[in-house]
């Protein structure tokens, strides 16, 4: 793999919401796994990537800045190597994610979609929503605000309003899932699969584990929830991935999120490897069109 030039692209510190640092960390581990395969791993953050000319073949990335989404798809249709594809990032923001984990029988929660300026307790009465979860539904959560959980329908209509004076257009209401929340963190084709529960272990992003609490240890299908993720991965053309689900006391698994490049914190080790794996492998196969 001598041969090979990889162009590796940071992850802008305003969309890694108190995880600049495990984000950065899962980036150079798998930057530095490459290097030791004989790959040359020239690291850009997003604003050098947009102002630079971009010569390497392969491009390994944490993007999330849309100009940056825009120069990857770009680069991909011009033949070029892209992982995560600008599209698989796009494809993660929650709207599009809705549509797609639904349209394609992935199980996912009860969700509308709606605009916010828009009185939707009509809708939520007719559909039998109680708490629910309001996510903006046109791009990835930057703060903590982009994602609020509800009590009730008349709190969910007043956060709409607030979505849409913030300038927010377009949100994906969930219904709330009582059960085990369970985060996860895998990579396409490769046998590496990390699973574990967030609230126990202290792990947040914005502190709505709180809101299912403690885990009561329901038993569930692993290998289930492995061919499931593996199903999201492929359809929403995202290799490195993470993302959280609900397991009910039936042992019932649905997705509620599944995101692109998470910070594999708990599993960098691990982690960091089997990313290498794949960009190895795709490179091969990439190589033999």
Request: net charge negative.
């Amino acid at each position: 793999m001598a041969d090979i030039k990889i162009a590796g692209v940071m992850r802008a510190g305003a969309y890694s919401p108190n995880h600049i640092g495990n984000d950065a960390a899962i980036f150079n581990a798998a930057a530095d796994h490459l290097r030791k395969r004989g790959c040359e791993v020239t690291v850009y953050s997003e604003e050098q990537f947009q102002n630079s000319e971009i010569r390497e073949e392969v491009i390994l990335n944490m993007c999330r800045e849309q100009e940056s989404i825009r120069k990857l798809i770009s680069l991909e249709e011009e033949g070029r190597l892209v992982i995560n594809s600008g599209y698989g990032i796009e494809n993660c923001t929650r709207e599009r994610m809705t549509r797609m984990l639904l349209g394609n029988d992935i199980p996912y929660p009860e969700s509308l979609i709606v605009n916010t300026n828009e009185d939707v307790r009509p809708e939520l009465e007719r559909a039998g929503f109680g708490p629910c979860w309001i996510k903006r539904g046109d791009f990835h959560a930057m703060h903590k605000e982009d994602v609020s959980y509800c009590r009730h329908i008349e709190e969910a209509q007043e956060v709409l309003h607030e979505y849409f004076y913030r300038g927010i257009g377009r949100a994906v209401i969930n219904r709330h899932l009582v059960g085990d929340l369970v985060k996860f963190y895998g990579v396409s084709g490769q046998p590496f699969f990390h699973w574990f529960y967030p609230f126990d272990e202290g792990h947040s992003k914005y502190g709505y584990e709180v809101v299912n609490g403690k885990s009561h240890g329901f038993s569930f299908d692993l290998d289930g929830l492995k061919a499931m993720c593996q199903k999201a991965s492929d359809i929403m053309d995202v290799k490195i991935y993470g993302g959280d689900c609900i397991v009910d006391a039936d042992g019932t698994v649905r997705i509620i999120d599944f995101n692109d490049w998470p910070s594999f914190a708990p599993c960098r080790a691990e982690g960091s490897l089997a990313i290498a794996k794949c960009v190895l492998k795709s490179i091969k196969d990439w190589k033999k069109r």
